[in-house]
Antibody, heavy 118, light 108 residues
């Protein structure tokens, strides 16, 4: 079964850091680009960051550029999002998704919740 | 970045009726790289349509997509009870891959 499972969310104070992980299974991980998408409470979907199959190309939303870093470890079938200098407006459910770049997102994880609050 | 505007914000319909959802882009979406996703409360989004008009695996044929350039449409020919949800369009022709704000299809 094709599956994505996120972890690493939690409650953090403004200015703090978190590292999200996404474990992939059921498909050849390094055949695909991967994406992080977030959803603030009661709001719509926001593209956060994407990475190509080998990590050689990455992209970020303006709202997170310079604070978040996306990476992947194809040997571990894992995707990561290092989030630094967190702000209240980063509070959201963070989904990883298969695809991105010039490709649609056809598999989604259920997400991990990040809450930034003092 | 390309801004996607979905309309209407909310669509109130009865089961069996036809639903027409619109997604307008602020500039031409290259190669009709538009996808539509369905999201139900507490669930991850599900891919319905890609390439503006291709149905994803396992999606019933009552869902169809059309359009090109800047105007795209998702049509649900006859609403089933499980189709009441929020629908998002997304363009992936240029980075960042922006989403529309969503259309909620609710039971009338």
């Amino acid at each position: 079964e094709v599956q994505l499972v996120e972890s690493g969310g939690g409650v953090v104070r403004p200015g703090g850091s978190l590292r999200l992980s996404c474990a992939a299974s059921g498909f050849t991980f390094d055949d695909y680009g991967m994406t992080w998408v977030r959803q603030a409470p009661g709001k719509g979907l926001e593209w956060v960051s994407g990475i190509n199959w080998n990590g050689g190309s990455t992209g970020y939303a303006d709202s997170v550029k310079g604070r978040f870093t996306i990476s992947r470890d194809n040997a571990k079938n894992s995707l990561y999002l290092q989030m630094n200098t967190l702000r209240a407006e980063d509070t959201a459910l963070y989904h990883c998704a298969r695809g991105g770049g010039s490709w649609y997102m056809d598999v989604w994880g259920k997400g991990t919740t990040v809450t930034v609050s003092s | 970045e390309i801004v996607l505007t979905q309309s209407p914000g909310t669509l109130s319909l009865s089961p069996g009726e036809r639903a027409t959802l619109s997604c307008r882009a602020s500039q031409t979406v290259s190669s009709s790289y538009v996808a539509w996703y369905q999201q139900k409360p507490g669930q991850a989004p599900r891919l319905l349509i890609y390439g503006a008009s291709s149905r994803a695996t396992g999606i019933p044929d009552r869902f169809s997509g059309s359009g090109s350039g800047t105007d795209f449409t998702l049509t649900i020919s006859r609403l089933e009870p499980e189709d009441f949800a929020v629908y998002y369009c997304q363009q992936y022709g240029s980075s960042p891959g922006t989403f529309g704000q969503g259309t909620k299809v609710e039971i009338k």
